[in-house]
């Protein structure tokens, strides 16, 4: 971490640098570091990064903070994230439904997950469980 520390001194305004470090911390199980690394590259953005709000919903789901994921997953929704991210998003929308107990709203996001990849049983299991 001290190369991370030492490039974002260099150059605290480089998002890349914090995102690189929040993924270091995040594979640590390191989550609130990892969320206060994203937290300070989402402030250095002029406009929505789909995929940085991903990330950061990401470790705030890891943090057990349900209700700020899913603000963030929408957000990242509305703002085109890449294809491939998209049913994750609709993953861990309906798993944080679930962990704040709204069953019934955890099943439209996993049905979406199984619309876009049939195949996974995970989605399909989730949604019958909620």
């Known amino acids: 971490m001290d190369n991370f520390n030492d490039a974002v001194k260099r150059d605290p305004n480089n998002i890349q640098?914090?995102?690189?470090m929040s993924r270091?911390?995040?594979?640590?199980?390191k989550y609130e570091e990892s969320t206060a690394c994203l937290e300070k590259a989402e402030a250095l953005l002029k406009e929505p990064d789909a995929q940085l709000s991903y990330e950061l919903a990401?470790?705030?789901f890891a943090e057990g903070?349900?209700?700020k994921c899913l603000k963030l997953l929408k957000?990242?929704?509305k703002?085109?994230?890449y294809e491939s991210y998209e049913p994750d998003i609709f993953y861990h929308l309906g798993l944080s439904y679930c962990r704040l107990e709204?069953?019934?709203?955890?099943?439209?996001p996993f049905s979406k997950c199984i619309s876009r990849i049939p195949s996974d049983i995970?989605?399909?299991h989730e949604r019958a469980k909620a």
């Open 17 to 20: 640098f914090y995102r690189s």
């Open 24 to 29: 270091c911390y995040y594979d640590q199980q």
């Open 58 to 60: 990401l470790s705030l």
């Open 65 to 67: 903070k349900y209700k």
């Open 75 to 77: 957000h990242s929704l």
């Open 79 to 81: 703002n085109k994230p």
């Open 102 to 108: 709204k069953f019934e709203k955890a099943i439209f």
């Open 122 to 124: 995970r989605y399909i």
